[in-house]
């Protein structure tokens, strides 16, 4: 009797779960078996049911366990609740299992709750919770985990489950902590979660891995970096890093172009031989490549053998080659897939249609997408409005119409995303009636104002600045926020219609109405209609405002300089000008040239004087024949 009861808990504690119902299934129905059940069979059998998430056997269990009289027991009571709740379509029978125990104890708890959690029933899971935690009955910090690990749920739930774990005094448990720090990362609570990192008296590898991706999903980069050298610096740790540690340093080495760091990360591995699996062979290709150094990333590729290397892993390479604008090595790679049993996915075909696109190559970008409808790979919306950027930009309008054709078959023309890279695609190639045509099919309009500033730009690019004023005023209209491109697109649209008043009035709604910052292009703008229309003395305060104007302020407001023939103000932007390009003499021309229409030679020969002695370029633009004409 025990020795079979013995073999039951050692077959499920060995990961036999199906040979362990399969005995337990041949004892009961023996005759001759002497088998007798008792408070530890139910709840081992149930944990294999969990395991294989098979409902029919957890259902026949359920009978036995009802006509043998156990149902009293807490024990078994817990673990056919977790059986029930591993299955998502058998929560209700979970549910139904724990509210019928006549004294609930923590572990049916948590098992209802990780259950509930695991399978994204957030609103049941905080109801049961609730319920539960006003009665008797007391949470541990497993409770507290899973409940942190509901889907779904804002910061104060958060904050809510952190004061449990402060009143329970489970705070520095180090899952309870790790998963507080994962759940405010989530919330995009990094105040929070660096709070509760720091005040952990022993911070574990876990616990490091937990900080340092919540910092890379909210793309605090540099923070990965000093982090990770933090944890390196506690030796016990050294030894213990995983995949998880390095992927993520890796993955912020390469947006960061940090291949110091990432070479070094790349020798950690190899001293402490890491299990260099495929996260990590990949996370390395992926790094080197994005670094720039892609022979690395190859040998890195190359030496990786059998299940070190997947599709993903090929599809990073090949992306990294023509990232690299190494498109013939990609071919290369691309044609061998099949030598090593592997076909493209839809991730391997953006990769190669995209990488052309990027470099320009339309007609490469058009031929592969081609070729992957063909071979009955269905494009994504990634990869069609990639091609239609490379059509828009190259002008290369039968293939974005053809494109806008399959968007039409495929019933995705109506797309947000892509209907605003067809309003770009038809603008860039110069017919708006197409554009407007793709803008009218729909009935509400998208609330996305890269949408609208498709329409905006584009008729601004076409010289139709009615129309682009027209555009804006209707995205007011429709309650649409405008975005800091919105309003370049329109105050460039004054600009050259000459609408001072108007320029001015749309830069103040900018600040006032949607407390939007003016960049250095807004500046520019504004400079360049007021510096047109004579109104230098406005256009000098807004660069003033200005920290470090760019190039191309300055520049503008010393054209309008030379206009007007200010030589004061133009001297001050020449300088300022040198200062920004020491090597660019045209600010010393221009300001010379000011100089010769109001007749001051010399001070045409001091700033003359000044080009020789900085060693620029020969004085151009000036002979004493001009300058005598004037």
């Known amino acids: 009797m025990r020795r079979n009861h013995t073999s039951l808990t050692k077959l499920v504690g060995d990961g036999f779960y199906k040979e362990a119902l399969s005995l337990f299934s041949h004892l009961h129905s023996s005759s001759s078996s002497s088998l007798t059940l008792h408070s530890f069979t139910f709840p081992t059998l149930f944990k294999a049911c969990a395991k294989l998430r098979f409902p029919s056997h957890t259902q026949t269990l ?15 009571t817990s673990a ?3 059986a ?4 998502p379509r058998h929560f209700s029978d979970a549910l139904k299992v724990f509210d019928e125990m006549p004294q609930p104890n923590v572990a049916s708890l948590n098992a209802a709750l990780s259950g509930l959690s695991l399978n994204g029933r957030s609103g049941e899971a905080i109801r049961v919770f609730r319920r539960i935690g006003l009665g008797p009955l007391r949470p541990n910090s497993v409770t507290i985990v899973c409940m942190l690990g ?8 958060v904050a809510l489950m952190h004061c449990c774990a402060l009143k329970l005094g489970v705070e520095f448990d180090v899952y309870v902590a790790t998963s507080l720090v994962t759940a405010y990362s989530k919330c995009e609570e990094l105040v929070s979660a660096t709070r509760v990192f720091e005040e952990l008296p022993v911070k574990s590898v876990v616990s490091y891995n937990a900080f340092i991706s919540g910092l890379l999903r909210n793309g605090v980069l540099h923070l990965v970096l000093d982090v990770f050298r933090e944890m390196m610096r506690e030796v016990r740790l050294e030894c213990k890093l995983n995949s998880v540690t390095l992927v993520s340093v890796l993955s912020a080495c390469g947006s960061l172009q ?3 760091l990432g070479t070094q990360v790349h020798g950690l591995i190899v001293k402490h031989e890491v299990d260099d699996g495929v996260m990590v062979v990949t996370a390395l290709v992926d790094m080197y490549s994005k670094c720039g ?12 053998e059998g299940d070190s290397r997947n599709l993903i892993t090929w599809n990073s390479m090949i992306a990294g080659m023509m990232l690299n604008k190494e498109s013939e090595r990609a071919v290369d790679m691309f044609r061998r897939l099949e030598s090593e049993k592997l076909k493209p996915d839809s991730a391997t075909w953006n990769s190669m249609i995209n990488g052309f696109a990027q470099q320009g190559v339309c007609g490469e970008a058009f031929k592969y997408f081609r070729e992957m409808q063909s071979v009955g790979v269905p494009p994504c919306l990634k990869i069609v409005t990639s091609i239609l950027s490379t059509c828009a930009d190259s002008s290369m309008l039968r293939h974005g119409k053809e494109i806008h054709g399959f968007a039409l078959r495929t019933d995705i023309n109506r797309d947000d995303f892509l209907a605003t890279a067809l309003v770009d695609m038809y603008m860039k190639c110069g017919h708006a009636s197409w554009a407007r045509e793709v803008f009218n099919q729909f009935d509400a309009k998208p609330d996305d104002p890269a949408f609208w500033n498709a329409m905006i730009g584009g008729y601004g690019r076409n010289g139709d600045h009615e129309s682009a004023f027209e555009f804006f ?12 491109a919105t309003f370049v697109s329109v105050l460039s649209a004054c600009s050259h219609t000459g609408q001072v008043d108007r320029g001015l009035t749309v830069f103040r709604m900018m600040i006032r109405e949607y407390g939007l910052q003016p960049k250095p292009e807004h500046f520019g703008c504004i400079v ?3 510096g047109r229309f004579g109104q230098l003395g406005e256009a000098q305060g807004l660069v003033q405002e200005l920290a470090e104007p760019p190039a191309s302020v300055l520049a503008s407001l010393l054209g309008a300089c030379r206009c007007y023939l200010d030589s004061s103000l133009g001297e001050e932007m020449a300088m300022r000008l040198l200062d920004v390009e020491p090597e660019n003499p045209t600010p010393l021309v221009i300001l010379s040239n000011i100089y010769a229409g109001l007749g001051r030679w010399k001070e045409v020969e001091r700033v003359r004087g000044m080009i020789t002695d900085k060693g620029l370029n020969k004085f151009s633009g000036l002979s004493m024949t001009e300058v005598a004409s004037k």
């Open 62 to 76: 359920h009978a036995h366990f009802l006509k043998t009289g156990f149902h009293s027991d807490p024990y078994a």
């Open 150 to 157: 509901v889907p779904h749920v804002g910061v104060n739930h």
């Open 473 to 484: 005023d209707k995205m007011l209209e429709e309650s649409v926020r405008p975005n800091s």
């Open 84 to 87: 029930y709740s591993a299955t």
């Open 293 to 304: 150094f892609w022979r690395s990333a190859f040998d890195v590729f190359t030496g990786a």
């Open 528 to 530: 360049d209609l007021l």
């Open 80 to 82: 056919l609740t977790a």
């Open 258 to 260: 940090s291949v110091r």
